[in-house]
Structures are given as structure tokens and as C-alpha cells.
């Protein structure tokens, strides 16, 4: 596969990833402070069974990643990919059990303080990844500006 192709796809993978999770951190929030016991189980539920949407763009955008920056040791580059590590970590460790449990306690009408727990500290994780996949777009986006710049030089 050329450059090209390979480049729009990491973008579309990534803002997909980066769109899906603010979706899901959005409506988690909106869910809690505004909507009825039922329209948290709604969301909950909702997040959940689209839980693999953000998983598929996640891997495609690392595996897209990982395979334009071949072995560079670019500064950019492993910023990227330590904020990248830190953002699977915390998706695989934090983001997909809370997801997983909150969905399980609200379907049983669960709304204590454990539920309230969890899910701050979800929120918080879900928004150390959206400020690290934005600085990851925003790394990207300068890299591909100065390619640009360079090719019309």
C-alpha cells in the first residue's frame, strides 16, 4: 500500500476513534446529570453494544500508525506513540471493564455509589484519552502540513 492511501486512513481511523469516544464520554455525562434511571440504562446500553466501533478504529489507527512510522525515532513521532501506549492502557484497563460494569449495575437498576465511583472515574479516563488523541491528531495534522509544505516547495 502506497503512503497515501495508508495516511487517509490513519486520519479517518483516528478521528473516528477520537469522535467515538467524546460520543460516548458526551452522552455518559448528559445521561447522568439529565436523563431518568431508563435513560441511563438507554445510553449505558447503547455505549456498550458501539464499545467495538471504538475498539476496530483504535487498532486500525495504531496499526496505521505504528506502520507509517516504520522505525523512526522522530521526537514527534515518540511522543505519539507513548501517548498512544498510555491511551490503550488506559481504554484496556480502565475504559472497557467501567464500560462493561456500569452497563451490567445500570441494567440492574444499580445507581449507588459504587455506579457514581465508576463512573467518575471513567469520565476522568475517557477525557486523559480525548486530550491525548487530540494531541495526537494535532501532531499528525503539523507532520502532514510540513510534508505538504515541502512537496511545494
Known amino acids: 500500500m502506497s503512503r497515501t492511501p495508508l495516511i487517509a486512513l490513519h486520519g479517518a481511523a483516528g ?10 464520554w458526551v452522552s455518559a455525562l448528559t445521561a447522568e446529570l439529565v436523563l431518568s434511571s431508563t435513560g441511563v440504562v438507554v445510553v ?12 476496530i478504529a483504535m487498532i486500525a489507527t495504531g496499526a496505521t500508525g505504528a506502520r507509517l512510522a516504520g522505525r523512526s525515532k522522530a521526537p514527534v513521532i515518540r511522543a505519539k ?34 455506579f457514581g465511583i465508576v463512573q467518575i472515574v471513567e469520565l476522568a479516563a475517557g477525557a486523559v484519552n ?24
Open 15 to 24: 478521528a473516528a476513534a477520537l469522535l467515538t469516544i467524546v460520543t460516548f
Open 44 to 55: 449505558r446500553t447503547a455505549i456498550l453494544y458501539a464499545l467495538p466501533v471504538l475498539v
Open 81 to 114: 506513540r507513548r501517548r498512544m501506549a498510555l491511551v490503550a492502557g488506559n481504554g484496556v484497563l480502565v475504559l472497557v471493564p467501567s464500560v462493561i460494569f456500569l452497563w451490567w449495575r445500570a441494567q440492574a437498576g444499580l445507581f449507588d455509589a459504587t
Open 130 to 153: 480525548i486530550v491525548l488523541l487530540a494531541l495526537n491528531m494535532k501532531a499528525g495534522m503539523a507532520m502532514r502540513a510540513r510534508r505538504v509544505g515541502k512537496a511545494t516547495s
